[in-house]
């Protein structure tokens, strides 16, 4: 049995990995190719494309994954699918505007662009609620074979040019990922778990958008470069994100569609297995990376290279810290204690606003995003671990 546990993450851990892949690449040529204003610009706007997956993902997709502990066929409809597209075409397509100046039609075809992984990450989750986990793995293997073999070093090196790229990528992959899960779905309407969906949708907007909405507005009010710098080191950490994000998506995965995780021991002491050992990981990989930028002087053309190492500071330490105290939250989603998890993240949210309004009326933007990020790093493990270890050992004390 235990050997089994262990062979199930892996189909999942891959397609982590591979998704992460696909998603720096085009950062990464990016940075290379493109002068430092255009490469702010385009990463306000894939970042504004990764915030609708997310945001779409903590709305809909993952809460009815986790429904699907006590309803196994709550799949998600393709016309709600529809519906949280169309709203993140719309969403990105505005960012396009207001932080790059974007032409309408120009700003329309980067929000059809940008929306297209919300629904190619519809295709995933239905492959993973319907036990086809290989079959995640596969099309994200062929999203990042995608990106990886198009003219991106050939094109034109413009948002557009490269928003076009990801959108069609994404649309390619879902495209044969579909046929392989199941058309009909069980027919549970949305309101069956839109309350642990809304509680999730706040955590989500809480979470992310606090760290996020300063990047927007900084780069509105034309910031320094100091934006470009925190953005590539979120590309070059991507590998921490798509561990953790594996560890979580399994952990939500198993305890969905497998026995073994029914009891919350169970679950619990996998969380803490998956801290610690991501917690160590984060720490290692942050530590070269910024160790290997600082001794050989490296910094792509779009980035400066105190930005760049002020960024790997900032984010490094936040992604260490958030991670680690993160997979706790998800651990108490699967054993449902929705409402706990989302008003701990209001409390990091305040505390990460608190720091980015104090830095900037200190020195400005820069010393906004520094005492925004280093606030968010701290109160997340302060406010997340005694909330996790009250309710993990209430629900041992009930469980027969």
Same mark, same amino acid.
């Given at each position: 049995m235990s050997r089994r546990r262990l062979r199930l993450p892996r189909p999942l851990t891959i397609a982590q990995i591979l998704s992460s892949a696909a998603g720096a690449v085009p950062m990464l040529i990016a940075a290379v190719r493109m002068d430092p204003p255009a490469f702010t610009s385009f990463s306000i706007l894939t970042l504004a494309s990764v915030l609708a997956v997310g945001g779409s993902r903590a709305a809909l997709y993952q809460p009815a994954l986790i429904f699907q502990r006590t309803d196994s066929a709550?799949?998600? %409809?393709?016309?709600?699918?529809?519906?949280?597209?169309?709203?993140?075409? /719309? $969403?990105?397509?505005?960012?396009?505007?207001?932080?790059?100046?974007?032409? %309408?039609?120009?700003?329309?075809?980067i929000g059809l662009a940008g929306a297209v992984p919300v629904f190619y990450d519809w295709v995933r989750y239905r492959a993973i609620g319907s036990?086809?986990?290989?079959?995640? $793995?596969?099309?994200?293997?062929?999203?990042?074979?995608?990106?990886?073999?198009?003219?991106?070093?050939l094109l034109a090196a413009t948002p557009l040019s490269f928003m076009f790229v990801i959108g069609?990528?994404?649309?390619?992959? $879902?495209?044969?990922?579909? %046929?392989?899960? %199941?058309?009909r779905v069980g027919a549970y309407p949305y309101r069956r778990y839109r309350s642990s969906a809304a509680w999730q949708t706040l955590d989500f907007?809480? =979470?992310? &958008?606090?760290?996020? /909405?300063?990047? &927007?507005? /900084?780069?509105?009010?034309?910031a320094n470069d100091l934006i470009g710098g925190v953005r590539l080191a979120q590309t070059l950490l991507g590998p921490l994100n798509l561990a953790f994000a594996a560890a979580t998506t399994n952990i939500i995965a198993d305890g969905a569609?497998?026995?073994?995780?029914?009891? $919350?021991?169970?679950?619990? +002491?996998?969380?803490?297995?998956?801290?610690?050992?991501? =917690?160590?990981? +984060?720490?290692?990989?942050v530590a070269i990376l910024t160790g290997v930028i600082w001794f050989t002087g490296w910094a792509p053309a779009g980035v400066e290279? +105190?930005?760049?190492? /002020?960024?790997?500071?900032?984010?490094?330490?936040?992604?260490?810290?958030?991670?680690?105290? =993160?997979?706790?939250?998800?651990?108490?989603?699967v054993l449902d204690h929705q409402s706990a998890v989302t008003l701990v993240r209001i409390g990091i949210a305040s505390a990460t606003t608190a720091g980015f309004l104090i830095g900037y009326a200190l020195g400005g933007d820069e010393w906004s995003l520094v005492l925004g990020f280093g606030a968010n790093a701290i109160s997340a493990p302060v406010l997340f671990i005694p909330v996790a270890v009250f309710h993990y050992r209430r629900d041992t004390r009930e469980t027969p």
């Open positions: 709550s799949l998600v %409809p393709a016309r709600y699918m529809v519906v949280v597209s169309s709203l993140s075409a /719309l $969403a990105v397509a505005a960012i396009a505007i207001s932080s790059t100046g974007a032409a %309408p039609a120009e700003a329309g075809l036990g086809r986990r290989w079959a995640v $793995a596969a099309g994200d293997g062929l999203r990042l074979t995608l990106v990886s073999a198009t003219a991106l070093p069609v990528s994404c649309a390619i992959a $879902a495209a044969v990922v579909l %046929p392989q899960v %199941p058309l907007v809480v =979470g992310q &958008f606090i760290v996020s /909405l300063p990047l &927007f507005v /900084l780069a509105g009010s034309g569609t497998h026995v073994d995780y029914r009891q $919350a021991s169970a679950v619990i +002491a996998r969380g803490w297995r998956a801290s610690i050992r991501l =917690g160590l990981l +984060a720490t290692a990989v290279r +105190a930005d760049l190492l /002020l960024g790997m500071v900032l984010v490094g330490a936040s992604t260490i810290l958030t991670g680690w105290s =993160g997979i706790h939250g998800i651990v108490l989603r």
